[in-house]
RNA sequence: GGGCGAUUAGCUCAGUCGGUUAGAGCGCUUCUCUGAUAAGGAAGAGGUCCCUGGUUCGAAUCCAGGAUCGCCCA
């Protein structure tokens, strides 16, 4: 059946509707899974968006990644689930809710109520669900969005319960410390991103501090810019590389970094003695200061007060003495446990003297104990002068200063922030540390460099994981405890209504708050403990929510375990390069801490999408590009397209409008209007065609081998490289998209429709003119392989193609991705035969052009001087050569006879390695040899003669890979030349060729007034010519050659006196081109005339339709 | 401050194992071709391959240091 006919001028985006339309009604995504019922699994993890904002450019970008691997995998014979998923929980979402109710702290949270606001945080989830639906729709990304998991649902949560139970079992999972960005006023820790915000720049006094060692007069000089914190003080830090010095300074000593004296104390202070960092560890000195309680020595730990070793101490700035508050700073928290001061599972290791709302507590006073801090808040101005004065009082201040730095602030509510020990629950991940190495051993990591740098390096420096977030919107964490301070993990929802006899609808906050039951523990008597459990306040970080999807999506192992047994691991997983801290970290270290393997085999990261300017788009700036906009004008095809193929995915992106466009120019028009072409003449050929269907049937068949050439003769090479080329582009981009590289394997489909439509159907033009069935035949094939290659990259313009070309399955995305035999056979013979050709005739084209000699003027000779295989190669393609370069004959001449000499010149590439440092030598030596007799024997080994070199002692015999041979510039000849390849042409245009040319500009005029008479390319005409008697002349010599080209049945042909009285006036027309002087000469009897001009001679045109 | 990446033509990007004239597309200039293509072809202009050292017969490519930009972490 003859194909529908195609607009050249399709609106894709319109198209794309109709095939959306299509997909709908033959529900092609669901038959696409059905067909590969029982096919061995493929399998992806879909990483949950949130749905409470509008999907942006990068959604679309990891969408589309998401996309175009499963849809390759599904052609090549898997099995593809492909299960959607919502992340539903966390603090972007309650934050919000909140500025949706004008809340700005967690207590007006409370005052309006957990219930309530939870209630809105549901809602709020999925605020923008409908649009995230329709543009998933809209790009192509095929994904079950109506069986999407849910972490808000009760089952994704009771799994979330399990793992935990699971990890708790383990003994993995404990209450501990973690200092956090803290603000005092709402009471609420803050996230990276959100002290990120709050960043300004202020002056805070910094004090020098004397800290008097015990039983010494000496004492350590320790400086901070937080005086706040002093109080709560236990260790000073030392830098293990850190060379020190004890100084004497206007009577007293002190210690301190050797490269700091003379910034700090200035020229007075006298160097008694340099001592290494090891000579002052655990030396101790007299605390506490401003506080009536010191913390407890630790068992097998540095007591208080102790000099600690601190990998992050510098000279920089302070005096390489830094002192170690672990309530207040991370790097002290950290130094002061591994010093073993603090134990982190153990809360009341801990020396805290601040309260919650930012105040001291009672143990906080004057030095002397006159009076009691209690109730000051730490960051009052205020409070700080009275601390600095008490210091300076006791004689323990040596100075202080203005200090100017940049410090986080609430980006709430301006409060500067305060760094904080809060309790908080872990799991103890860096017990596997280990082993989520040895699966990271096991991940494809594309690029590869994240492997073992971003991603391992970070694995390396694994702590454990802080799990708890003192949050509303969350999965509640499944921790209940007693009075007796017994913990117990609740592992599932009967679990929970067993031991309390509540069933719960919801298990969120505030229901699950309620809920009691008696403790199981053993008390000390071995009798149940039964005191009364509540549940611990906080939330889940989310991203442990995350981290379940392969078992929670599933509700595993509650139900569907083997759903899950046969989707673990993934095979796939892909989300924008900041994952790696994120779902990618979440997911391995769940998998490995529940089964001890890493839970995806391949990894693709995406990089950021920034704006033309390269500036981070945001909507702040207002710089981004909304994606209906590009959808709207593009389409869904340019918008994947971009992304496939502009560059590595993982560098990030500048995106513009502008960029999608040039890739719609280039390769999707392209590629319509190859499209089109066929449709056009194979509709305009149709009964021809038909009578030879059946050959064409069997000859293209769905999957099959077809035979290696049609029948004829002529063109048969060109068929025969179309296939070829196009088997060869569809074996290298199904091993591109086995390595996950997108964008080679895009690249190179470009490039075949490039070759197809710039040089097969120019080439093959005439035949499709002629309706010549091979053509017809491999264009076709050749479109339809080219609509499978293209289908997981632009799915609809793909899809167009094939069921206009074919459409036997339905959809090309029911189609096996061709492969193997299902591939049109190789000839790289003749595919590098056809490159040397085309590069002759891009020879021949610049000697054309440098001659100043039209393509339409015929010439008599080209002369091509080549050897050896170049030469065997353009002779086999000579025909095709000889047509493009429009010349009578094209005369083969070796290098030597008469065009040029040549030069020669060692290759280095291969010679380097043989001389190496005597490299220089033997190129001399190879240039001082002469360049006709190497040519001669080197290409054609005349005679077996050899040629050798001899440089220091070594004798070598050159081959003709060890030489490059180059052509020169014969005197006064004007050629083109490349390499050891040159073309000449005759530049004589006798009257024989000239007449020719002037035959071939009156076609040419003749078709500008078949279009301009609306014409269409089938339609046979009369046409009567007039005019300058040598160009009617000129007609009448190729009086064949003219009416076969132009379709025209009557040609009559006048003088020019006749021409004249029949226009009236002879117009000057513009060279080559021509005026309209009729109406429309297809629809009505009057004929269309016009008037053109060549080489200055006047010619009138009139035609019409023939039989109108 | 730490980890990672990037830096090549006006713009967007390739560049294989280190090989001697560093490429493509877009844009620009000139010419040309066109019975599918807002296309195509030819020629031209346009380069401190971020910088400095080193290794090597030979470095855009490998090594070290530095600069700038970005991401992540602190």
Redo the contacts with the bound molecule.
Sequence with gaps: MPPRPVD??RDLPELEQEVLERWREREVFKRSLAAREGAPQWVFYEGPPTANGRPGSHHVLSRVFKDIYPRYKTMRGYRVDRKGGWDCHGLPVEIGVEEQLGLTSKKEVEEYGIEAFNAKCRESVFTYLQEWDRLTERIGFWIDLDDAYRTLDESYIESVWWALAQIDAKGLLYEGHKVVPYCPRCGTALS??E??LGYKDVVDPSVYVKLRLVGSDESLLVWTTTPWTLPGNVAVAVGPEIEYAKVRFRGETFMLAAALVERVLGDEAEVVERLSADELLGRRYEGPLFSGSAPAARQGGMPPYSVIAGD?V?T?DGTGLVHIAPAFG??DFNVAAAAGMIERDDPGSLLNPVRLDGTYDERVGSIDGSRSYKGRFVKDPQLTEELIADLDANGLLLRRSDYEHSYPHCWRCGTPLIYYAKASWYIRTTVVKEAMLAGNETVSWH?A??K???F???LK?NVDWALSRERYWGTPLPVWRCGQGHVHVVGSFAELAERSGASLADHHRPFVDDVQFPCPSAGADGQPCGAPMRRVPEVIDVWFDSGAMPFAQHHAPFERQDAFQAHFPADFVCEA??Q???WFYSLLAVSTLLFDQAPYRNVVCL??I?D?????MSKSKGNTVEPWQVLDEHGADAFRWYFFT???P?????F?Q??IG?GV??FL??L???Y??YV??ANANAPRLEAVEGDLDSSASENGRRPDAFAGDHGAQLDRWALSRTAGTAALIAEKLDEYDA??AG?AIAELV?D???????RS??R??DGEPAAFATLRECLLLVSKLLAPFCPFIADEIYDNLDGTLGSVHLCDFPVGDALPARDLDLEEAMATARQT???G??????A?A????PLAEAVVVADGRERAAIERLSEIVREELNVRRVRFVDAAEELGRYEV?????????I??????LA?EAIAALDPQRVAGVVLSGEGGETLGISVAGREHTLSAEDV?L?MSAPEGYSV?R?GAHAVALELTIDEDLRQEGQA??I??AV??A??NAGLE??DRISLTLAGDPRLVAAASAHRDYLK????TIELALAGAEQAASANGATRGGV???GQADGGEAGGGAAPHRETASIDGLTLSIELSRFGA
């Design positions: 050249p001028r990276s991103h002290v990120a992050f510098t920089e991370e790097d690029p460099h994240i073992h740098g971003r391992g390096e970070w420096g390069l900041d790696t801290r994120g990089g950021l920034l033309a300017e390269g500036q981070k502009s560059k590595q993982w560098d990030g992106y500048r513009s502008e960029a040039e120019r280039l028009k392209q319509w209007s190859t089109f072409f056009l003449y964008t080679a690249r490039d197809l439509s710039n040089w097969y159907v120019r033009r005439r499709f003119w005739v891009r020879l084209l610049g000697a054309r052009a440098k100043k039209k393509v339409r003027q010149k060692a290759n280095y590439r291969r010679l380097g390695p001389f190496g440092k005597d490299m220089p190129a490059i180059t083109e490349e071939r500009e076609v040419h078709q500008n078949r279009k390319v089938e076969g080209e132009t379709l060279a080559g081109g």
